[in-house]
């Protein structure tokens, strides 16, 4: 290994004489011979090296620099045959990064990352064995690039990102473009969208080199346009470059209203679209009503400049005429907006406002004055025809009546009370009428009867005519000692001062003293208690305002009067299953009129289901029975019909129709229930019998030792009792068969509207009234023989059957409750006003199964479809109870 070793320091010493000797003969011989390279730092570069006989005549492969004599690189192909040929590489030169490649054609030396010191003249040798050296000599030259070029703008500052601006029309683009370092001295150019505008640079301080570019007055159409600063100093690798897009804000080009209608409906929704097109970015839109600017807009961006906002508005009838402005703007953009107007033609019903004649005095307008009122009216369309009203009754041209339509005016000639009252006018166009607001007019007048204002006679209203007869009275009846309140309703502008009754009995006309009736405002109450019969009559009473005073007094005739008799001989002339006709007879309607009534009672538990009413006669047709028997059936309940009278002083006897029922009630279900109301008051039952069995021993201790004395009395108080019950029994049964005799309807007691307990309970504290009447008698009165001035009441019971009456209510919680439970049918008592009966009826609810009744084919019933709950047994009465309790509505002869 030492002689190899040796050998090969011998061998190298021996190529670099022959080296140095041939280097300076082939210098002098290949001079000129220099091939340019230029290579690129960082990148790699080839040195050619062909080789044009055989490898095998190849004998070593030599590279040199400049004029060293020590190879750098070198391939020994000595020893081809055995191994491949040896590659060094000096390592303080190229070491890794360089590489001879042989097999290539041309064989070249490949240097990979090339620095700036490789730059020089390279020198390739190749030693062949027969034939004569090759050299072949390269200057290499290392190109540095210049660094990535920086642009700046006007003001020195770098641009960040890759947009240019944003500028706006008109303005300047000044942009600098500034390149460091390269070797060459690198080229820095600017391009507009790949076209060169400007090469001219200049070199600044050291190796830094700068192209100032100045691009003025840029319009719409260089949006988006490229900016391109380019440097270079070889075409070895591709230009260094820095590229900006321009970015611009532009003013929108367009606007316009799309498709606005010709008309618009006031108060009607619409939707108006504005369009606007070419801003950037997008546009945006307002609208403007006037200088009042619209805020209910929904904004829509169709593409990239196009930009659409939709208005939605109720135009009022204020907007008739005005101008609806749509704005586009673009906000970065100073200054600069477009705009469009659009007039609206706004249609609308009139307005209408109705004013009193501004040269009358509203106050100080009385009875023969004239008075005009003016109708204004706005509309769009023009109004067609004015129409005027007086409390809102449409007034026509009547000359006759002095009523005169001129224009938009009214005139009234000689107003009149009656002028009086609220007026309006309307107006009709083509979208249809408007009535004004109500005008008052106020005619001051002389008091007049409040009866006569409403429907009375023109002449007097309800007084006295000149001969003396009472055309309009107000009837009123009145019993002997009854205090009686008599209003005196009078109408008057202004209020009354004052009020004068005056009594008229065909004997005598007399004042009635001031401290017998009061006055307030329009109205004077008398009360008046008639004692004799000189003190039925006809009372008049007079008021007196500031106009003056009235004309014809108020008039009310006071009459003897009662409640009416129950109504006889009820029959039914006509009855199917479906319908019943009922027809009874009037009786005395107590010297006023009188109203006939007939209700539905439930046997069960009492409840009235139904009324009905007539005015003229006691004359009833119910139809539909089938449904309403049907229905009772399946609550196992029925109905009885009771009809009586009603006048101003009250209600009659009710007569109960014999042989009509609705409904059936089965016999087995009202046992369980009698069974069950047992069961519930046995210990009630129980505790009482305890009680007095109690009470009974303790009495008994007491009295034992005169126990027969008073056996004695109780015997003698027996008889005479027994005396007693008996002639009331003959008496009650020889009234009964009298009674049958003239009708076969029953008379229902007062009582039969609170149950079978409360009947029993009314009863008994009518009989122990009736003994304390007794007792105050006079002790030479005879019990035997009747008052001769007194005529007893003809009715009694017919019947004994157990009735269940319609329970009274209490307070108003209770009567909603019953209410409820039956059906919603509740009953109102009689009102009296004015001499007119007003009947409340029960309202009845709407249901889907509800049955209907009609009286001469109205409705006047519903029947409701909600089950009663069960009542307890009937009780039976007392028929001395009931005798006693008739005998206490004697009637004086008198009054008969």
Known sequence: MKTDGFVRVLWWKLVLIINLIDGKSMHEKDKHDVFSVEGVEGRSVELHCPITVPLSQVYMVLWFKDNAGIPLYSVDVRDKISRQPAHWSAPEVFGSRAKFNIDKSP??????????????????RIDFRTIQTQTYRYNLSVIVLPEQPVVLDRW??????????????????????????????????WLINGVIV?????????????????????????????????????????????????????????????????????????????????????????????KRQMRRTRDETVDHNTTTSTLSFAPTTEDDGKTLTCRAENPNVNGLFLETDWKMNVVYPPMVTIQLGPTLVVDDIKEGDDVYFECHVRANPDWKRLQWFHNDVLLQYNGSARIIQSGQSLVLQKVTKQSAGYYACSAINAEGETVSDQQHLRVKHVPVCATERHGGNAAGGNGTDPSGSNRNAILIGASRNENVEIPCHIFADPPARSFHWRFNNSAEILPVDAHRYTSQGNISILNYAPVTDQDFGTLTCWAVNEVGPQSQPCTFQL???????????????????????????????????????????????????????????????????????????????????????????????????????IGRIQPYRAVTERRADAIEWLPIAVGILLTVIILALSISTKTYLNRCLAAGCCCRRCCAASAKRNDAAASDKSEQQHQQQQTKNVLLPDEYECGAHCLKLKNVQMLRRHSSRKKNCSKDSNDDEPEPDVIPAQFNMVSCTPLIATPQHTDAATRDKDAHQYGGFTSQPATYQMGTIVDHHPTVPQQDTALEYRTHGSIVGILPTARTAAAGAAAELDINVIKDRLLTTRVPESCV
């Open 559 to 661: 009459v003897l009067a009662d409640l009416p008799s129950p109504v006889s001989n009820c029959s039914l002339p006509n009855r199917t299953q479906q319908f019943a006709e009922i027809q009874c007879t009037p009786g005395y309607d107590g010297g006023l009129p009188q109203v006939f009534v007939l209700e539905l009672v439930s046997k069960r538990t009492g409840t009235r289901r139904f009324n009905f009413s007539n005015k003229n006669e006691p004359f009833f047709v119910l139809d539909r029975l089938e449904k309403l028997s049907a229905l009772m059936t399946l609550e196992n309940n029925s109905l009885s019909c009771v009809v009586y009278a009603i006048n101003q002083k009250g209600r009659s006897t009710p007569v109960l129709i014999q042989d009509f029922e």
């Open 198 to 290: 400007d090469d001219q640079y200049e070199q600044n301080s050291g190796d830094v080199i700068e192209n100032r570019l100045l691009w003025p007055t840029i319009q719409r159409s260089d949006l988006n346009a490229i900016f391109t600063c380019q440097t270079m100093n070889t075409k070895l690798v591709e230009p260094k470059e820095t590229s900006y897009v321009l970015d611009m804000h532009l003013k929108p080009l367009t606007i316009k209203v799309i498709n606005p209608p010709a008309t618009l409906v006031a108060d009607k929704r619409y939707e108006i679209v504005c369009q606007s097109t070419g801003s950037r970015p997008n546009a945006i839109i307002t609208w403007y009503k006037g």
């Open 156 to 189: 020195g500052r770098h641009l960040n990102g890759t947009k240019l601006g944003p500028k706006e029309e008109g303005d300047d683009v000044v942009i600098t473009c500034r390149v460091s370092g390269g070797r060459p001295q690198p080229e820095v150019r």
């Open 107 to 124: 064989a070249s030396l490949l240097i990979k990352n090339l620095k700036r010191h490789d730059q020089g003249v390279y020198r390739c």
